[in-house]
């Protein structure tokens, strides 16, 4: 007799649905026969400048050296993270893609009987963390698509061990400010690690979003994470990064991959990281884009959530899931929202000016035909 390796899964895996990643545009253009070139991929909050010039140097020169292990301590990395972050050496931790920062922290203090707390319309990487180690997912509705922090807050019991904030979160793009953070930290009790999510902070920049960093040092529960898979243009490397107290860093050490991020990625981070030109590009490319798809939202009477992202949920008015695939038939892929609990959003990443011209031109297209 063969074993029921669904049911044999734990539970908490049992009820788990695997991440939707936004469709790829090779598999749009092979099911509708389309020339992957005409198709538009506004899906994935992906930087649509392509990598910096400077990264893909890195790269190259890196290449010679593909048979060797990569830095297991990510020494040039770190070090170039605890400069700009004022932070020590110690209190980095390198994550392949922040997905993992957030795995390594589900691992390292989540288990059965014990609970994780973030938001409704949270990032689809939460419940996954917490569900596939056993421990239970504490889901608090959202305030106005964004996150209810009291509420949250309120949802803390004695077996919570990790909090889950994202700002400004995603797919809604809401965000909270530096007063409201702080009485949130305020009020955490002291056993509770808060994972402060600052995966598009980069976008934020003059804007009123505080800087978690700013937070680390009265706050020993705080771990603030990051990317380079959003403003700097590295999603596919998959490398990010975690900032804490040096105990938190080293327990994360403890139960990470020895080499958990490639040499690639390493140098092509530390090459971003210096590229401020490329990051002041992607900032302004963001802020243009966001007002030409507001302004054609507003043309179309179509309503959005307010977006400090480098993407925005619009508002159908009716279930978006057709209107999607109308998009899809048109070469036009965005992100459907229905599995957030937002039917009738969909969720647009901000492309070059063209790209954003093509979806709205799409999108009044679908709309017209009804
Ligand atoms: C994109 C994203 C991440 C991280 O993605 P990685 O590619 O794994 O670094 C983390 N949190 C949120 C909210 C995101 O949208």
Redesign the pocket.
């Known amino acids: 007799m063969s074993g029921n390796f669904l049911a044999l899964a734990q539970p908490g895996v049992q009820q788990l649905s695997p991440y939707v990643p936004g469709k790829p545009v090779d598999e749009l253009a092979r099911e509708l026969d389309l020339d992957p070139a005409k198709i538009v991929k506004l899906a994935s ?1 992906e930087n649509p400048l392509g990598a910096s010039p400077k990264a893909l140097a890195a790269i190259r020169e890196e290449l010679a050296e593909l048979t060797r292990y990569p830095d297991g301590n990510g020494f040039a990395l770190k070090s170039l993270l605890a400069e700009q972050c004022r932070v020590e050496l110690s209190q980095v931790t390198l ?6 920062i ?1 795995e390594l922290v589900a691992r390292a203090y989540l288990a059965p009987g014990l609970n994780a707390v973030f938001s409704e319309h ?2 689809a ?1 939460y419940p996954i963390a917490t569900q596939a180690v056993g421990a239970q997912a504490k889901v608090v509705p959202a305030k106005d698509w964004g996150h209810d922090l009291p509420a949250m807050l309120a949802a803390i019991d004695a077996n919570t061990r990790v909090v889950f904030i ?1 700002n400004p ?2 797919p809604t793009g809401t965000w909270f400010g530096a007063e409201a953070l702080d009485e949130f930290l305020q009020d955490v009790p002291e056993h509770v690690l808060v994972v402060l ?1 600052e ?2 902070i980069e976008y934020a920049e003059g804007s009123d979003l505080p800087d978690g960093l700013d937070f680390l040092a009265a706050y020993p529960n705080l771990l603030v ?1 990051r ?4 403003a700097y243009g590295l ?1 596919a490397l ?3 990064y975690g900032l804490s107290t040096a105990v938190v860093a080293d327990v994360l050490n403890r139960v990470r991959q020895p080499f958990n991020v490639n040499s690639l990625a390493l140098a092509a981070a530390c090459a971003a990281l210096k590229d401020d030109e490329y990051l002041a590009q992607s900032r302004q490319l963001n802020e243009s884009g966001m007002q030409q798809l507001q302004a054609g939202f507003r043309e179309l009477g179509l309503s959005w959530i307010e977006s400090k ?1 480098n993407f925005i949920c619009v508002d159908l008015g009716q279930v978006a899931a057709p209107i999607f695939q109308g998009l899809l038939r048109e070469g036009v892929i965005v992100r459907p929202v229905a599995n957030y609990g937002m039917p009738n959003h969909l969720r647009v990443t901000i492309g070059l000016p063209a790209e954003n011209s093509r979806f709205l031109e799409a999108l009044r297209k679908v709309l017209a035909r009804g």
Do not use: I
Request: proline share 0%.
């Open positions: 909050n994550g392949n893609g922040s997905n993992d957030l949270a990032f990487v994202a979160n995603n999510d995966a598009y994470s990317t380079f898979s959003k999603a998959r490398v990010g992202g």
